[in-house]
């Protein structure tokens, strides 16, 4: 069947992660860990409670959401994203069986749609330069804006490995209309 009717035949639905979703999550992003880097599980329970665990930092809310790609009642993909002074994109994945198929669009989508709520207009990404899923970046409109080495989430102040790692950035101003604001620095995707 072409590409354009499978697109045709699937719903999508895309809802916030509980967590009772936290299983999936944490074994997809294991499985493309080279892809989308490594998180510790509690970095995705804070996501989805709203809730830091640490009882040592200056704040106790986590301002990460997770959403689900679900296609009839079956999980096929997730994204994690930040929304400090700016949206961040830390991780997205589809399962292998379910890409191309407008999933991760949609994902990000939603994203955007929540920063919007929240008055953020300006998003990164990083995304190691040996990956296809720079096209899909390229395919969403971000535009890359840098390069930097990859990190540990361990210590994310020092870029540690040899990866190079492509640093996207996707703007719009209240109008909705792409626009020029400054560079941001981001700390995931793709990294160890
Ligand atoms: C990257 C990823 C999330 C994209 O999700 P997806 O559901 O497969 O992508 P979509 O169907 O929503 O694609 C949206 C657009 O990107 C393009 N695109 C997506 N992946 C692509 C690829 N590997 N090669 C070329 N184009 C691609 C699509 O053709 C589409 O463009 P179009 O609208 O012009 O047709 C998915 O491929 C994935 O999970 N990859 C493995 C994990 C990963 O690399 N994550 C990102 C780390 S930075």
Redesign the pocket.
Known sequence: MS?LGK?NMIETHIRLATMDDLKYIDSLAQK?GK???FLPKIVYEAAITGLKPSKHRWSPICNDKIWL?EENGDTV?F?LAGFGKFGK?H??????D???????????DSVISHAEMRGRYDFS????DD??????????GWVKVGERRGISYKNVWKESSDRKVNIYRYAINELGLLGQTKIVEEVC??DE
């Open positions: 590409k697109k493309e892809s989308v880097g790609a993909g994204v994109v991780q997205i994945c589809i399962q292998e379910a890409r191309l198929l407008e999933r991760g669009r949609l994902l990000l990404c990083g995304c190691a990956l296809e899923s720079n096209r899909f970046w390229s395919a969403m995707g793709g």
